[in-house]
């Protein structure tokens, strides 16, 4: 795969770490009771959540050539704002989710930022609610569906974590990016995804995620891996919004993506 469709694709995880969406029921999956109520109370926990913070680790590799990613940011779900500061292939960008509008810095040579809104129709508005759009709740949902197991308790950074693993279906990642503009692998399959969940088994919050598959088309197939930490629930998190003038907008995406 050539490097700049590696990149692309490195640059499409970032959004499939803030922005997968629930999918259909796959057939006959295995669930474990235990499992289901551990993520209910993971889902009720953040809902009593005003503010976390999130760090992060992707990597893409294809053909011998591997790119490897970095993402840190903070929440506030009391205000609807997102900040995410994103590095991939040595490219640091920022990016803004404030209600239904996103603000993506554009690459060198660019100046200026993409603006987006993500909900265009106003029916799937009301049935989006805004926190879903958000990573920890963006990575649970690949939790919904698909094979889920119960993996017993283990000790993480210190605290008692319950861990569970599941299987999701291919389409529990289809938010429309991965085989749009930005990366055009024609038609990409997702195949082969494994998550791993790890929650504080006293508060019930995400600690970690962590997400592997490959991608595959054009008789070409890549492997990603994305990890997602979670931390400084409820902790003062502010987040300035930049104001973007007309002139520095760009409406259907930043030149050269």
Do not use: K
Not at 108 to 134: K, R, Y
């Amino acid at each position: 795969m050539r490097r700049p469709a590696l990149r692309a694709l490195t640059v499409s995880l970032i959004l499939v770490v803030s922005l997968a969406g629930c999918s259909a029921l796959g057939d006959d999956p295995t669930r474990d009771e235990r499992a289901v109520e551990a993520l209910e109370d993971a889902r009720a926990a953040l809902d009593e959540t005003a503010t976390y913070r999130y760090e992060g680790e992707l990597s893409v590799a294809a053909d011998h050539q591997h790119i490897d990613g970095s993402v840190f940011g903070a929440v506030d779900l009391a205000n609807e704002t997102m900040y995410t500061n994103a590095t991939i292939d040595g490219t640091t960008l920022e990016s803004y989710l404030e209600g239904d509008t996103r603000r993506e810095q554009c690459p060198a040579p660019w100046d200026g930022w993409h603006v987006e809104s993500l909900d265009e129709d106003e029916d799937e508005a009301e049935s989006d609610p805004w926190p879903d759009d958000t990573p920890a709740h963006s990575q649970l949902s690949l939790f919904e569906d698909g094979d889920l197991h119960w993996n017993g308790t283990e000790t993480y950074d210190g605290r008692e974590a319950i861990r569970l693993t599941g299987s999701p279906p291919a389409d529990a990642f289809d938010d429309g990016r991965i085989g749009g503009s930005r990366f055009d692998f024609g038609g990409p399959n997702l195949e082969d995804a494994s998550t791993t969940l790890w929650l504080d088994a006293e508060t019930g919050r995400p600690l970690e995620t962590s997400v592997e598959f490959e991608v595959s088309g054009n008789d070409e197939t890549a492997t990603a891996s994305i990890t997602m930490r979670y931390s400084a629930y409820d902790e003062p998190a502010s987040i300035d919004v930049p104001t973007v003038p007309s002139e520095d907008r760009y409406e259907l995406g930043c030149p050269g993506t």
